[in-house]
């Protein structure tokens, strides 16, 4: 079983310079940048850079690069410039596109899910051998929930990426629903079944982290602010894997026990929830 590892999603450059070193002090071991499109949104690869030229230990990557934005002669460019500017410190996560809107903005064609995910695929080996002479395939993490994706992440990646969210059927792309620990757990099975014995790090994109004394209130305050529309009870809630309610110790022990169901050892949170969730990273480190 693997040890725990950390990661922070940043997001806003403000304070750049200090945010990554704070997130090295505290003790995280990896620094992502996602790949959305709008105002104030990081271009990922100059922010990665950036973050390993004022940090020393941390490992940096996308998570994920949206992979149809791209044209892949010119993406293979920048993964190897980044992975040789980092110092070979980059985790390259690629996933297959979820938001129409973002490709609305690009002025870029929205195809259905089956057509992106063949996209990804292919770009995959064309990616494998343009870097072929860059220094190959930087370490290389997949995310996604649809069978395709979890496909390739279990055919190829190092690291498989969950989120814990899905499509709400009927409503406009990019509208989510949570999976309950059910529907991960249904998940993460049908993966395991694909990947075999390869020795693959499960990463877990936590939504939301609430250091309280009250795991009921916390998880009650999230499905009001959600319009009740992410679960169908509190309960679902307080066992979901990508939500973390409760003291540091009890948040320990869920993530411990999750980690034994779901195989859950590299877990990432959000920027606002950096310092919130330090407390649990350092009582975790090296187990």
């Known amino acids: 079983m693997n040890e725990f590892t950390f990661g922070v999603s940043m997001r806003d450059a403000t304070g750049w310079t200090a945010k990554c070193r704070r997130a090295e002090e505290l003790g995280y071991d990896h620094i992502t940048a996602p790949d959305h499109l709008g105002t104030g949104r990081l271009a990922p690869f100059p922010a990665l850079t950036a973050a390993a030229a004022v940090t020393e230990r941390v490992r940096v990557g996308t998570l994920v690069s949206n992979v149809p934005f791209y044209n892949l002669a010119l993406f293979a460019r920048e993964v190897a410039t980044t992975n040789q500017l980092t110092g070979g410190r980059l985790d390259l996560g690629l996933g297959s596109g979820h938001m129409k809107h973002e490709f609305d903005k690009a002025g870029l064609p929205w195809h259905k899910a089956a057509d992106r995910i063949s996209y ?111 679960a169908a009870s509190i309960e679902e809630l307080l066992t979901a894997p990508q939500l973390l309610f409760g003291t540091v110790d009890e948040i320990v022990a869920q993530l411990v026990s999750r980690r034994e169901r779901y195989g859950f050892s590299y877990l990432t949170v959000f920027e606002p929830m950096m310092e919130t969730f330090a407390p649990v990273v350092a009582e975790l480190r090296g187990r």
């Open 120 to 230: 990804l695929a292919d770009g995959l080996g064309e990616l494998r051998t343009r870097l072929a002479d860059e220094g190959g395939m930087p370490r290389l993490l997949i995310a996604g929930n649809s069978d395709g994706v979890l496909r390739l992440a279990a055919e190829q990646a190092d690291i498989v990426g969950f989120a814990g969210l899905r499509q709400e059927r009927g409503r406009p792309p990019g509208t989510f629903v949570l999976d309950n620990a059910g529907a991960m757990a249904e998940r993460v099975a049908y993966f395991r079944s694909l990947a075999g014995k390869r020795a693959i790090e499960y990463n877990m994109l936590v939504q939301r982290v609430v250091i309280t004394d009250d795991r009921r209130a916390a998880a009650a305050e999230w499905h009001a602010d959600t319009e009740e529309r992410t």
